[in-house]
């Protein structure tokens, strides 16, 4: 078995241990408990940038005309 092959399978088995638990979350209990105020403040997070992005219609194009697209305004509603 080379080096290549051992981490391969450590990435491999680290991803699914990681994935299932993140994936399912937890529903009950302390985990639970304790995942709260992470959810809340992904929350907050994509509530007070996508109120900017909806109320800010300028900044959302000039960052759009930046990347020289052919017709930036429809991009920024998006």
Same mark, same amino acid.
């Given at each position: 078995m080379t080096?290549?092959?051992?981490?391969?399978?450590?990435?491999?088995?680290?991803a #699914?241990? =990681?994935?299932?638990?993140l994936?399912?979350?937890?529903?009950?209990?302390?985990q639970?408990?304790?995942?709260?105020?992470? #959810?809340?403040?992904?929350?907050?997070v994509?509530t =007070?940038?996508? =109120?900017g992005q909806?109320?800010?219609?300028a900044?959302?194009l000039?960052?759009?005309?930046?990347?020289?697209?052919?017709?930036?305004?429809?991009? =920024?509603?998006t």
């Amino acid at each position: 078995m080379t080096a290549a092959s051992i981490l391969q399978r450590l990435c491999a088995a680290t991803a #699914r241990a =990681v994935s299932a638990p993140l994936a399912r979350g937890p529903a009950t209990g302390r985990q639970a408990i304790g995942a709260l105020p992470g #959810r809340v403040a992904g929350g907050a997070v994509f509530t =007070v940038f996508g =109120v900017g992005q909806f109320t800010n219609h300028a900044s959302g194009l000039a960052s759009f005309k930046a990347y020289h697209l052919p017709a930036p305004d429809p991009f =920024v509603f998006t």
